[in-house]
Structures are given as structure tokens and as C-alpha cells.
């Protein structure tokens, strides 16, 4: 097909992720792998490790260099990002393209036209998709001022080159402004090197919603559905379901092709996603981002449609044809994931790195964990602290959400905290159960529990 090794440029599930897809292709894997990560799942299951660096992400993950000079010594024919470190990033699709090797994602053009908020709104305005009413950049203080007089408060201050969270900022009144403004700043200038803000309307009731997409770079673009994602803290997605819920038909098929409209128009490759807020007052929907990577969540996807993804994405970047047309793909029940991460809930979510000496993952029909824990393992302290993803299916949304309930309770892990006994309070929870939430209900469901109810049984 094109490809017969696979560099995997990540770590942690996302890697292990993709050295099963690559096994499943009969393609070899090379597990690019920091200092930190020699002992790992990923390293133990690859068919070759090559050591990148250490354990900083900085001297490892995020150096292009390394990962080039890891795939020209293995002659491995492609690099796989993941999601997270590089995979955004258009210097490494470039230096793929220079030494001939094929980067399992879009291409340079696309990851910089999206990866940049303003320019992504700019192109979504002009093929017609409605976007949040919002500014162009405003580079100072007294800009930002007079921009948010215009579109009036509350507002959202957002890092143009931002993505999972960093750089964003609620404003509720005019005071509150100039504090935010210095603060969005320099989150945006530590986590993209790049401190240029925009300013949209906030919408208070509101849902994360967004669209899988697959492109096969010459303008054939489809959908497999979408997501839900408005459980957030932080920004943070917590946990993500598909379909989205109580959305009419209509409604439905509008923003699924909305998304299509804007994968077609920029003839994308490989996996994307497109996301959307939904104003639940006015049953508007706006473009917001589109991701130019495989996400954190697309097993749900893979979960109701039977799909494998990262297969799907391996394909394409050999140059085959999308392995199915639009009226092929089928849909059939409802699936959740939920993000374990090895943190206290208790304590702010403080990280919990250490070793595992316990680990019962939930087991049974419609139940998939994808993890890099086992026992004995020790997470390290250096990453971000996904430990696994627990992924439920049902014939329907009611279904889905018991078969969460009861696979949290049955998913063991000692050693270090989880997030587990949150997660399960969470899914619990009668508003959540009946779907009565919107992106700033999580948040508001933390502040109102005391932090006993959040320790493990």
C-alpha cells in the first residue's frame, strides 16, 4: 500500500493506538520514544523503539529534528503525530515533505490555514458558515477595549493560535478586561509563541459539537458523524459523546454539512475535525475551529460506525481512496467516552504521577479501554495525565449512560488517584443522566459539591 513502517511521533494510549492499527495493516511500527518512556506499553508492544531524547518534552517530542533523524534511521516511510506535541504543527508535515517521507495527516497548508483561529474564521465566513460575531486581532490593550465596546459583554478573549484551552479568558464586565487581556496574553506567548488575541460574543448556554471528517486531499470529503463534547473544565473536554443528543434532524444534517462544505472547499486530507457551539436559547450553530489531527475522541465515533480511524488515516496517507462513499456510512446506537487521568480530584485535580500497583480495567460487551497503564507501571511526571479512555456503546443514550455507570464502578486502579470516582459522581448526576448540560455546566456542578464527595469509596 505505500508504506510498510510507521514512525509513531507520540506516547502514552494515542502511540499504542497506532501501533495496533499499523499491526492490523501489516505495517511495521517504530515507537519514537523519550527517556522516560523506554519501559512503557507502547515501547513493550512496538516491533522497534529509537530513543529521541529526554524526558522533557522539549528535548524529545517537540524536537522535529529528532523525529526526522529517528525515521531516516529506521527507513521508516511515514511519521504518525497522534494528537497533542506535534501533530498541529506544520514544520513537521514540511520536513516530512522534504525528506520524502509521508506525515499521516494533512498537508502543511491545511494545518496553517486552520491551526491560525482568525484566518480559519475568516475562510469558514466566506463559504457561507455562520461564525460567532467577534474581532479581528487586536494587538493591545486599547484595541481589545474598543472591540469588546462593539460587541459588548460578556465576551471571550481567545489566542489566535490557540488550541486545548491555553489562552482563553471569560470577561463579564468592563473591569474585568484589562487583567484578562494581560493574562490571555502571555498564556498565549508561553504555549505558541505567539500572543496575538481575538475577541468573540459568549454564549452562556451553549454545547460543544463537532463533526468527524475524512478527505482524501483531491476534494472527496465526507463525514461519520458528530460529537458532543460540552462537558469541559477548564476548556478541557472530560467527556465526549456521538451522536450529539436532542438535535433535531434538520438541525443535525445542517451541521454535519457545514463541515463538509469547509473540508471540500480546502481539499483536506486525512482526518480532521470540525467544531461547532450551539447557542441552545436560539438553536444557532457557529464555526469554531477545525482540528487537523486525529482527536482524543474518536473511538465513540469508531464505536457507531465501526470504523477504524487511525487505519482509515494510514490508508489515505498511502493514497488509497476513502475506503467508503457518504451513503455507505451507517450509523447504529450511542456511545461515551470518559477521560481517566491520574489526577485528584479532590485536591484541584493536582497531577498524580507514581506507580500502579493495581489494574482492573472495566471488561465486557460494548466496553473498550484504550490505556497505556498496567500493573507496575509508573506514570510519569512529565506529560500531560491521560491515563486511559473508557468507552461504552449502547443501543441508545439511556443504555450508553448505565453501562457508564456501572463500567466506572467495576474500573480498579491503586496506587495512584484517578479520576474515577469524580467521573462516576459525574455520570450520576440527574441533569447529566437527562442531558440537561452546557459547556460551563461541569464547572458549575464542581463549585457547588463539597470536595468529600469526590474521594474514592
Not at 443504555?399 to 459522581?425: C, D, K, N, W, Y
Request: aromatic share 6%.
Amino acid at each position: 500500500m505505500g508504506i510498510s513502517r510507521v514512525l509513531v511521533a507520540n506516547r502514552g494510549e494515542i502511540a499504542l493506538r497506532v501501533i495496533k492499527a499499523c499491526r492490523a495493516l501489516g505495517i511495521e511500527s517504530v515507537l519514537a520514544a523519550s527517556q522516560a518512556d523506554r519501559e512503557s506499553l507502547p515501547a513493550k508492544m512496538s516491533d522497534r523503539i529509537v530513543c529521541i531524547g529526554p524526558a522533557r518534552a522539549t528535548e524529545s517530542y517537540l524536537k522535529v529534528e529528532a523525529l526526522i533523524a529517528a525515521a531516516l534511521g529506521t527507513d521508516s516511510d511515514a511519521i504518525h503525530p497522534g494528537y497533542g506535541f506535534l501533530a498541529e504543527r506544520p514544520e513537521l508535515a514540511e520536513a516530512c515533505a522534504q525528506e520524502n517521507i509521508k506525515f499521516i495527516g494533512p498537508s502543511p497548508e491545511s494545518i496553517r490555514r486552520m491551526g491560525n483561529k482568525l484566518l480559519a474564521r475568516d475562510l469558514a465566513r466566506g463559504y457561507g458558515i455562520p461564525v460567532i460575531p467577534g474581532s479581528e486581532k487586536v494587538g493591545n490593550f486599547k484595541a481589545a477595549e474598543l472591540a469588546a465596546k462593539e460587541i459588548g459583554f460578556p465576551l471571550l478573549l481567545k489566542a489566535a493560535a490557540g488550541g486545548g484551552g491555553r489562552g482563553i479568558k471569560i470577561v463579564r464586565e468592563s473591569g474585568e478586561l484589562q487583567g484578562a487581556f494581560e493574562t490571555a496574553a502571555a498564556e498565549a506567548r508561553a504555549a505558541f509563541g505567539d500572543e496575538t488575541l481575538y475577541i468573540e460574543r459568549y454564549i452562556p448556554n451553549a454545547r460543544h459539537i463537532e463533526v468527524q471528517v475524512l478527505g482524501d486531499g483531491l476534494g472527496s470529503v465526507i463525514h461519520v458523524g458528530e460529537r458532543d463534547c460540552s462537558l469541559q473544565r477548564r476548556h478541557q473536554k472530560v467527556i465526549e459523546e456521538a451522536p450529539a443528543y436532542s438535535l433535531s434532524d434538520s438541525l443535525r444534517q445542517e451541521i454535519r454539512n457545514a463541515a463538509v462544505v469547509i473540508g471540500r472547499n480546502i481539499k483536506y486530507e486525512n482526518a480532521g475535525t470540525v467544531e461547532f457551539l450551539l447557542d441552545q436559547d436560539s438553536e444557532r450553530f457557529y464555526f469554531l475551529e477545525m482540528n487537523t489531527r486525529i482527536q482524543v475522541e474518536h473511538p465513540v465515533t469508531e464505536a457507531i460506525t465501526g470504523m477504524d480511524l487511525v487505519q482509515e488515516q494510514i490508508r489515505i496517507a498511502a493514497g488509497a481512496k476513502l475506503s467508503l462513499s457518504q451513503s455507505e456510512v451507517r450509523f447504529s446506537g450511542h456511545a461515551i467516552e470518559c477521560r481517566i487521568t491520574a489526577e485528584s480530584a479532590k485536591d484541584d485535580f493536582r497531577p498524580c504521577p507514581g506507580r500502579i500497583t493495581e489494574w482492573h480495567p472495566s471488561a465486557g460487551p460494548d466496553i473498550r479501554v484504550d490505556s497505556h497503564g498496567y500493573p507496575g507501571y509508573s506514570v510519569p511526571p512529565f506529560y500531560d495525565s491521560l491515563l486511559a479512555k473508557l468507552i461504552v456503546r449502547g443501543e441508545n443514550r439511556v443504555q450508553a449512560v448505565g453501562r457508564m455507570q456501572e463500567a466506572l464502578q467495576h474500573f480498579v486502579v491503586s496506587g495512584i488517584e484517578t479520576t474515577i470516582p469524580f467521573l462516576h459522581l459525574l455520570v450520576c448526576q440527574l441533569d447529566y443522566v437527562k442531558g440537561r448540560v452546557n459547556t460551563k455546566w461541569l464547572e458549575g456542578m464542581l463549585a457547588s459539591l463539597p470536595c468529600v464527595e469526590l474521594r474514592a469509596d
